[in-house]
């Protein structure tokens, strides 16, 4: 499942006193912008760019730590095939020796295994249940294969790892059959406490959250104190345990499954979901900006691969307010300017989207399947207008360089709607204001240091679904 935040700003709504609407772009304010964009953007052509194209911005994201590299949409191919490319052109300028997912950890582990080793099977990885179905696609594909390749002729390897906690069962799992290792004693009585989350439910559809939903709230109490146990051991780990070269990723594994039963607490049966808050649902988000911060070794860099609701490092004070966070501004708090990001923006669009019917919990929690989406985001208000009327097909701005004067200053803090859907998005109120739901635009230029932008979005290259085994 792809978490909550990836609908924002939509999931406002379940947060949100009143919010005030902001005032649109005057037209001088949005020529302003316009002008900006032709002489300063760098236009490329969508279907034929390469190292040469992205050179200018592999050298103006260098230096960073953590380059968080977003998506307008789950289920894009343009935004994902760009950001696989750029990943690649800063691996071999030696600018990343990590690839940060928004992934959990037991799907990363497997890609990471892969591209260190060739050990496993992309294809059944890809597969797997513990990777989520937004990127099964030939995009991120592409780019497994092609860091395996690196690999097997680079003198630091790049690795994998994966920064988001919505796995308990395999977390829990992992840390476990560490303690059984050094302890077997302590493990059986953990174990005890784990009652079905572990081993873990493969008749399930794979998802922790399908397991968590379907227990009663006596269990659901009963497993969060168990994997709050299992966590506790490794703080007092023997010291065999503790000079274990895997102690450090059981740990995690640990850690993250205890993040599991708190994201996911607003599904448990007692619940009051009137009382819910944006902070409720930012909670993923702080937990993973804390794993990317764990998992980054010291020396290295890393690309994040995420959603722009994840990477972007600043919002509008109106969502703050509300208690929204992101992983980005995390880590721009933690890192400053060693923290960097890159967002994107579509005109005209067809991508890969589950239909939500509402933001209540039951149905953002559902199974929803994913079609194709035929929308728009280049109306009045919405960012594909202004790069429409550049005349270009595609073209990256560097938002850091954004020259200073009146008109543009006042264009800045407008309202747009930037094209951003998640796993699923509600077509029958694409990108219109409630300012009494505060379901307002962003922004124009809060969140990002560089906006890429296509005039046309396609579906991503997903691939044929598994066969559903019969009950």
């Known amino acids: 499942m792809r978490w909550l935040n990836a609908l924002v700003p939509a999931l406002l709504v379940l947060a949100a006193p009143a919010a005030r609407a902001q005032a649109a772009a005057s037209a001088e304010e949005q020529?302003?912008?316009?002008?900006?964009?032709?002489?300063?953007?760098?236009?490329?052509?969508?279907?034929?760019?390469?190292?040469?194209?992205?050179?200018?911005?592999?050298?103006?994201?260098?230096?960073?730590?953590?380059?968080?590299?977003g998506e307008a949409t789950h289920g894009g191919h343009q935004d994902q095939a760009f950001k696989a490319e750029l990943i690649k052109a800063l691996v071999r300028a030696g600018q990343v020796q990590v690839l940060m997912l928004e992934a959990n950890r037991a799907a990363a582990a497997g890609f990471d295994r892969y591209v260190r080793t060739g050990e496993g099977d992309p294809a059944a990885l890809i597969h797997s249940r513990s990777f989520f179905a937004t990127w099964k696609d030939d995009e991120f594909a592409g780019l497994i294969l092609w860091l395996r390749a690196w690999n097997m002729q680079a003198a630091r390897p790049v690795r994998i790892v994966g920064i988001d906690c919505q796995d308990g069962g395999r977390d829990a799992q992992a840390a476990l059959d560490f303690v059984g290792r050094h302890d077997p004693r302590a493990a059986r009585r953990l174990s005890a406490g784990l009652g079905s989350l572990v081993p873990v439910p493969e008749a399930l559809p794979g998802r922790f959250l399908d397991w968590f939903r379907s227990r009663d709230l006596a269990e659901q109490v009963k497993v969060t104190a168990g994997v709050g146990a299992l966590a506790a051991w490794f703080d007092s780990a023997p010291a065999a345990a503790r000079g274990d070269p895997g102690f450090t990723d059981a740990r995690q594994a640990a850690r993250m499954a205890v993040q599991g039963f708190a994201i996911f607490k607003v599904f448990r049966q007692d619940f009051d979901e009137s009382k819910a808050t944006e902070a409720d649902f930012s909670l993923r988000d702080r937990y993973m900006a804390d794993n990317a911060e764990a998992l980054l070794g010291?020396?290295?860099?890393?690309?994040?691969?995420?959603?722009?609701?994840?990477?972007?490092?600043?919002?509008?004070?109106?969502?703050?307010?509300?208690?929204?966070?992101?992983?980005?501004?995390?880590?721009?708090?933690?890192?400053?300017?060693?923290?960097?990001?890159?967002?994107?923006?579509?005109?005209?669009?067809?991508?890969?989207?589950?239909?939500?019917?509402?933001?209540?919990?039951?149905?953002?929690?559902?199974?929803?399947?994913?079609?194709?989406?035929?929308?728009?985001?280049?109306?009045?208000?919405?960012?594909?207008?202004?790069?429409?009327?550049?005349?270009?097909?595609?073209?990256?701005?560097?938002?850091?360089?954004?020259?200073?004067?009146?008109?543009?200053?006042?264009?800045?803090?407008?309202p747009y709607w930037r094209?951003?859907?998640?796993?699923g998005t509600m077509p029958g109120t694409w990108q219109q204001a409630d300012a009494a739901q505060g379901y307002l635009p962003g922004d124009?230029?809060?969140?990002?240091?560089?906006?890429v932008w296509f005039r046309d979005l396609s579906p991503a290259r997903r691939w044929p679904a598994l066969p559903t085994a019969k009950k």
């Open 31 to 69: 020529a302003a912008a316009i002008g900006w964009f032709k002489a300063a953007g760098h236009a490329f052509d969508p279907s034929a760019y390469g190292e040469a194209e992205l050179a200018p911005l592999v050298t103006q994201l260098g230096g960073a730590r953590i380059i968080g590299i």
């Open 298 to 414: 010291a020396g290295e860099h890393a690309a994040l691969w995420a959603h722009d609701t994840h990477v972007t490092h600043a919002v509008p004070d109106s969502w703050k307010d509300l208690g929204f966070l992101a992983v980005g501004m995390v880590l721009e708090e933690r890192l400053g300017d060693g923290y960097r990001t890159v967002g994107f923006t579509w005109s005209r669009g067809a991508f890969w989207a589950s239909t939500i019917a509402d933001t209540s919990l039951a149905s953002i929690g559902g199974a929803q399947r994913p079609v194709v989406q035929q929308l728009v985001n280049n109306r009045p208000g919405e960012y594909g207008a202004l790069f429409d009327a550049t005349g270009a097909q595609a073209m990256w701005v560097d938002f850091t360089r954004r020259p200073r004067g009146e008109l543009l200053d006042r264009w800045a803090g407008r």
């Open 419 to 423: 094209g951003w859907a998640g796993w």
């Open 444 to 451: 124009a230029a809060t969140g990002f240091d560089v906006l």
